[in-house]
């Protein structure tokens, strides 16, 4: 069974950074495509960041409203993915979901396992 347990949000002030962790068990997450989506209230759930290990170099995907802000990294070893927020905005503030699927595309579509997600709040 698949678990994904996001921790890692909490309060920040406008222009701080945070960074938000996914321990995944149940898989390994070195041969699937890992991602991180957010939700605000009253709004749809929206792509973050997703990467891949190909077995050669990492692929990544980020949305264009988090890129040069955000980085996804991964520790294989450790089977848990990262998502280090810098220059966070207000407009950031949401619950962020992490998720993992077979590959980036599946990922961006629509994964097929989500975490339970952990708050993060930016104030202005």
């Known amino acids: 069974q698949v678990q994904l347990v996001e921790s890692g949000g909490g309060l920040v002030q406008a222009g701080g950074s945070l960074r938000l962790s996914c321990a995944a068990s149940?898989?390994?997450?070195?041969?699937?495509?890992m991602g991180w989506f957010r939700q605000a209230p009253g709004k749809e759930r929206e792509f973050v960041a997703a990467s891949r290990w190909s077995g050669a170099y990492t692929e990544y995907d980020y949305a264009d409203s988090v890129k040069g802000r955000f980085t996804i990294s991964r520790d294989n070893a450790n089977n848990t993915v990262y998502l280090q927020m810098n220059s966070l905005k207000p407009e950031d503030t949401a619950m962020y979901y992490c998720?993992?699927?077979?590959?980036?595309?599946?990922?961006?579509?629509?994964?097929?396992?989500w975490g339970q997600g952990t708050q993060v709040t930016v104030s202005s």
């Open positions: 998720a993992l699927d077979h590959n980036i595309d599946a990922v961006v579509a629509g994964p097929d396992y």
């Open positions: 149940g898989r390994t997450i070195s041969s699937y495509a």
